[in-house]
């Protein structure tokens, strides 16, 4: 799209508040400045944001967790968070506000913001239809429209009386994201298994020494394996190489930073903690199992709310069990080992699993999430008789 006559007023608000939400974010503030180069933006995010020239207000590490009952070590920081943010608000007056994901921050920030009558876009539904569905009332409330990128979500919030467009999914834009028909390289003679434990300094401390002890089971299977850590963008390797020390005199193991998508296009078979990764790991057509650790109290407190029958998102939207999940106490390191090799070992199951991974990537649009979305975003900053410009002039 073009670059437009400057916006009535040139100042949004964006709270992302997570890594791939950081990166999303960052996405859509770079395709909203080629509509109007006049905006400015500021609000919560991280490192690729900041990179945008976003002003951050808060830091989205400081307010990350996983888990329900994790939630509390964090209090102080995401009471804080929220002081800030509204400060913010109420000083700046933005044009239009927009959330991305981190739904019960967002959700009580979006409550807070409709006392200004300021629009609020979501981009990047929290997952509602699959569990706490009486966020939904609130999203009808105090959401004025929904840009979401799994392509069953239209339909979920159509029936719920939300505006909503689909955008289709970010993670298509990707660089690194190639075709699921091509088979990874091999790095020198050596077969790559990516370990993918989570974005999150936490997620990491849960899953990664279980998957470095499921990694030297399917070592002593097979031969001719490199295992390479992904390091997600704003976590320090120190603690990551700490966990890695005491394997790495019995196999041949090293660090990935930044980018996911390169380390992909090398894997043949990944183990990945439960998130957006499983999903990027399902777009680049790589076979991989998936964990889900979390606190116990945390687990059953989820398990009693969660509506879906599956964890990982490419299962969700094939509606089947593509990939294998385990879960909590299932996700023992002989457990996780057993699940790579039956599908390394099997040929037939391995390319079946590819096959269906293309089915998913097919399913989720096309490119240009983050364009389609800054076209929306600027309709609502213009405050125009509102039309979703991806269906106007439709027949």
């Known amino acids: 799209m073009s670059p437009q ?39 919560i995010g991280g490192p690729s944001m900041k990179n945008e020239g976003v002003e951050i207000v808060v830091d989205a590490a400081s307010l990350s967790v996983v888990g329900i009952t994790e939630a509390f070590s964090r209090m102080p920081w995401i009471i804080g968070g929220l002081s800030a943010i509204k400060r913010a608000v109420a000083e700046k007056r933005p044009g239009l506000v927009i959330l991305i994901d981190f739904p019960d921050f967002n959700l009580h920030m979006a409550r807070y913001i409709k006392r200004f009558s300021i629009p609020v876009l979501y981009y990047i539904s929290p997952q509602v239809w699959a569990w706490r569905l009486g966020r939904i009332k609130k999203i009808r409330k105090y959401v004025d429209r929904m ?20 955008v289709g999914h970010p993670l298509l834009d990707d660089r690194f994201c190639g075709s699921a028909d091509a088979h990874p ?23 990664l020494p279980v998957m470095l002890a499921a990694a030297t089971h399917v070592n002593r299977k097979m031969s001719g394996i490199r295992y390479v850590v992904s390091v997600a963008p704003g976590i320090g390797t120190d603690k990551v190489l700490e966990y890695m020390r005491p394997y790495r005199d019995v196999m041949d193991i090293h660090i990935a930073e930044g980018d996911i998508g390169d380390l992909l296009s090398r894997s043949k078979m990944a183990i990945a903690a439960s998130g957006t990764v499983t999903l990027e790991t399902a ?26 029958e599956h964890i990982g998102l490419a299962n969700i939207i094939a509606e089947e069990r593509i990939v294998p999940e385990l879960i909590q106490k299932d996700a023992t390191p002989v457990n996780i080992a057993r699940a790579v090799i039956n599908v390394l070992e099997n040929p037939e199951l391995f390319e079946e699993t590819r096959r269906k991974l293309r ?9 240009g999430a ?15 008789d509102w039309q979703d410009p991806l269906t106007m002039g439709a027949s």
Do not use: C, W
């Open 5 to 43: 006559t400057p916006s009535r007023s040139a100042s949004v608000m964006i709270i992302a508040g997570e890594t791939s939400g950081d990166h999303h974010g960052a996405r859509l503030v770079a395709a909203m400045r080629k509509i109007d180069g006049n905006i400015s933006f500021f609000g």
């Open 147 to 166: 840009a979401v990128i799994l392509p069953f979500e239209k339909a979920f919030y159509e029936r719920h009386g939300v505006p909503v467009t689909f």
């Open 185 to 207: 390289e091999k790095d020198g003679q050596k077969t790559v298994i990516g370990l993918l434990p989570g974005s999150r300094q936490q997620e990491i401390d849960r899953n």
């Open 283 to 308: 777009i680049h057509g790589v076979p991989m199992v998936i964990i889900y650790h979390v606190s116990p109290v945390s687990y059953l407190l989820g398990r009693a709310l969660i509506r879906v």
């Open 359 to 367: 089915k998913i990537r097919d399913q989720l649009g096309e490119a």
């Open 370 to 384: 983050s364009g389609k979305t800054a076209a929306i975003a600027y309709s609502m900053i213009q405050k125009q």
